[in-house]
């Protein structure tokens, strides 16, 4: 049993996840299958590099809203962690910080005034790591994610809920109808479960175009992705 073992039951192979990257202009696909590689990848790093342990290790994630941080929370919850949402330059009071490159500088010192581990994730829509795009790291001690999370195994063996027990122990509220979700991004972690967890629970899919679009091109996004409900 995985965290998306109904999705994989049900159809691995159909878009559950559909990104549109502002900066890059790069729209994204990610099936039940891509989704769970991921997700196994970075539960398996939080166990073997971090050490997490279910029920005591905290993340925190400092990330726009886009793919990279929904493969973060859906491994996270896998590996037993709670995963919260932070703003970069805070305090922090995590055992696992997860930043962007671009705001890395101000959240190295909240990582070392809290024996933090600082991953660093750069904003390239396929995942490419700091140093793969030319850039440095902000710290000697940070990690660099994208070559880092590569390394990790496709499938986590061990035990974890799947996504709507996940759920379920997270609000008490129904599931949403299993629909096709346009999601214009999230500011806080209840508007992750409640825009993408929540919708992929209920074996439904999320096109998520985040950023500052005009309501044309939501409209357009909409029409091509066939999306039956918004967020």
Known sequence: MTLLSQLLADDPASPRLSVYDEASGARLDFSAQTLDNWTSKVGNLLLEEFDAQPGATRVE???????????????????????????HGAPTEADVLFCSLDAADEDVPAAEAAGSELVVLTADPLGRGVEEIGEELPSLDAIDFGPTVRSYGDQFVEPCPTLAEAWAAHTNAPLPPAERYLCTGWSSTEELWSRVLGPLAAGGSVVIAAGLRPAEELERIARAEKVTARL
Do not use: D, I, K, T
């Open 61 to 87: 994630l400092r990330l726009p809203s886009g793919w990279q941080a929904v493969a973060l929370v859906l491994g996270a919850l896998s590996a037993g962690c709670e995963v919260v949402l932070g703003e």
